[in-house]
């Protein structure tokens, strides 16, 4: 009763998860999801506009092309956001630079609803680009904000939540997106601006909470700031565990102002922490999730679903990776960020192989397509257990405050990149290789699973000073981090 009593007292603290989410990662997953709904009304009003303006219709080739590019600009516009997530919020705050961030979105917003009007599908480039910047920076500075304002016990499912927000914008850009609601050719463009009401809502209600209290205490020095804000998130007055958390940290630094994105990638003190940031957590575009995404559809259709049921499916699918990345915020401070990862890797390997096998022999018999939609089921589950949710977690574990926000660019860069890669090559490698593609990705699981479970350490529970004092052992070795002259904590 008195541990249910004590979650309770933290109830500003979900409050904040709740408003961040809205306006932070649930713009990613509905930016990933509501672009496929519109397609062919967007491609029909591309083809409208080159016929007014130039007397004849665009020729397929381009008009694909258009589409493309209307699809990956996405990517490109979060790369910038997630290069400017480690300037911004550290000049200007956790706060003020989301705030500006909505404004971003607002503006997308407003160019992708008089596009129609302006005749212009350039309009819908630029929203895109736009979307693609706030999503960007968004999610680095959702992370950073929440993971400064948690305690250690809740820092996990803290920020586990952005992940949450993230299956819930997918299956809310799913199920908006049909037919029956907006995915009509006379409300697409309201489809493609339906992310200005969340930014107008973060907007609005972000303004009432207090900044990030690690950032007041440690990069600005307001050590009653922090304390203040403290007390309003957790409504605790005993704050003197973490205020002596945040001076010991504070100490480490040595007074050194914020590391830039070259001293994250040349310093021997972080070492590991790079490696831990980019290959289980930035890179897991390349776990092949969304990959799947893309080949569901043929899987489905090879399974006999009739082409009208295909997009409930998928809604289907959204939600199976909602409700485990919900599950998966209760372990995870139980089970710990090593084996829910590494394990989850490891068993996506093993069901991507076979995936891989039945893909081949789907014509030896009827039932096994049903099968092949079954296994995809079971990725999307084991999925959302453990990397989906841990690899937003585990980043705001590695690093300490001065180097948090470098770090976070350039796992974004890493991230938004990688997602780029996969979207613009994919088809390609579906028509060279076939079902065969998915041992790319097996391959990246299998490395994944191992980088995790034998060489890096467990964060549960842990201070930013303990998890940095574990790194160590693997960043020096046989050396002494106090004869390391390259990097001063």
């Not at 002596?244 to 001293?263: F, I, L, N, P």
């Not at 096998?357 to 296994?375: A, E, Q, R």
């Not at 980043?395 to 796992?411: E, G, K, M, N, T």
């Not at 890493?414 to 041992?439: A, E, K, P, T």
Request: a neutral charge; aromatic letters at 12%.
């Amino acid at each position: 009763m008195e541990s249910t009593s004590r979650k309770l007292q933290y109830w500003r603290l979900y409050l904040l998860s709740l408003v961040l989410g809205i306006g932070g990662s649930f713009q990613y997953g509905i930016q990933v999801s509501v672009i496929a709904s519109p397609a062919v009304h967007v491609q029909s009003f591309v083809n409208h506009t080159w016929l007014l303006r130039y007397g004849a219709p665009v020729d397929d080739s381009t008009n694909q092309l258009i589409w493309s590019f209307i699809v990956a600009v996405l990517s490109l516009g979060a790369c910038a956001g997630a290069i400017h997530s480690g300037s911004l919020p550290v000049t200007y705050g956790r706060k003020k630079a989301l705030l500006f961030n909505n404004v971003v979105a607002i503006v997308a917003a407003l160019l992708m609803l008089f596009s129609h009007m302006a005749k212009s599908f350039e309009m819908i480039l630029l929203g895109r680009f736009l979307y693609g910047y706030n999503v960007g920076l968004g999610l680095s500075v959702h992370l950073m904000y929440l993971g400064e304002s948690s305690p250690k016990k809740l820092r996990g499912f803290m920020t586990l939540t952005s992940s949450i927000f993230i299956g819930f914008g997918k299956v809310t850009g799913q199920i908006i997106g049909i037919k029956e609601m907006m995915g009509t050719e006379e409300m697409w463009p309201y489809l493609l601006a339906i992310s200005g009401i969340p930014a107008i809502l973060q907007l609005v209600t972000l303004i009432f909470f207090p900044e990030a209290p690690r950032y007041l205490y440690i990069d600005k020095g307001d050590t009653e700031g922090s304390k203040k804000a403290l007390q309003w998130l957790w409504q605790e007055d005993d704050l003197k565990q973490e205020l002596d958390d945040m001076q010991k940290e504070r100490e480490s630094t040595q007074g050194e102002k914020a590391k830039t994105v070259k001293d994250v990638l040349c310093s021997r003190s972080v070492r590991w922490q790079l490696l831990t940031l980019i290959i289980p957590c930035a890179g897991v575009q390349f776990c092949g999730i969304n990959a799947l995404y893309f080949y569901a559809f043929d899987i489905f259709r090879e399974s006999g679903v009739p082409e009208n049921q295909m997009h409930y499916l998928a809604i289907g699918i959204g939600a199976t990776e909602l409700i485990t990345v919900t599950l998966c915020s209760v372990l995870i401070d139980r089970a710990g960020r090593k084996k829910l990862m590494g394990y989850g890797y490891l068993l996506m390997g093993v069901t991507m192989c076979l995936l891989t096998v039945m893909l081949s022999i789907k014509d030896l018999n009827t039932w096994i397509p049903y099968v092949n939609i079954g296994l995809i089921f079971c990725v999307i589950c084991i999925y959302g257990l453990g990397p989906s949710g841990v690899s937003m977690a585990l980043p705001a574990d590695l690093f300490l405050q001065a180097w948090r926000p470098s770090a976070y660019v350039i796992s974004g860069t890493v991230n938004w990149l990688s997602m780029f890669l996969v979207g613009m090559l994919f088809g390609y490698i579906v028509d060279g290789v076939g079902q065969f593609c998915f041992l790319i990705f097996v391959a990246y699981t299998f490395f994944s699973a191992a980088f995790l479970l034998y060489f890096v350490p467990e964060t549960k529970g842990k201070t930013m000073v303990e998890i940095m004092e574990d790194f160590n052992k693997l960043n020096y070795k046989n050396r002494s981090a106090d004869n390391d002259v390259e990097t001063k904590f």
